[in-house]
């Protein structure tokens, strides 16, 4: 499985970004994606994921009610709508995907990992 991660930019405070993520390969395999930031000098931390049986999705406390994150299944692709950004949310994103049906907030689950995207919020 192969993810390619697209939508990232610079924003100023209070705007939005929609981040991307598509899978090819073996996607029958996925059965849920997440994206998780890491900024510099910290550790890869949860944003968001949805699992695909459920539908079930789930949010970092610091995104929730700002971010969206939805599932185009026809293109197997994973987006995340990002409202009301805050300079706090500058890091580089990265969409992952996991073979099980947890929707893991911990990132050493998942299994395959796209090549990340910066987000920049100016304040």
């Known amino acids: 499985v192969q993810l390619q991660a697209s939508g990232g930019g610079l924003v100023q405070a209070g705007g939005s970004l929609r981040l991307s993520c598509t899978a090819s390969g073996r996607t029958f395999s996925i059965n849920a994606m997440g994206w998780f930031r890491q900024s510099p000098g910290k550790e890869r931390e949860f944003v968001a994921a949805k699992a695909w049986l459920s539908g079930m999705s789930s949010y970092a406390d610091s995104v929730k009610g700002r971010f969206n994150i939805s599932r185009v299944s026809a293109k197997n692709t994973v987006n995340l709508q990002m409202d009301s950004l805050k300079p706090e949310d500058t890091a580089v994103y990265y969409c992952?995907?996991?073979?099980?049906?947890?929707?893991?907030?911990?990132?050493?689950?998942?299994?395959?990992w796209g090549q990340g995207t910066l987000v920049t919020v100016s304040s």
């Open positions: 992952a995907a996991d073979r099980t049906f947890r929707a893991s907030t911990d990132w050493k689950e998942y299994d395959y």
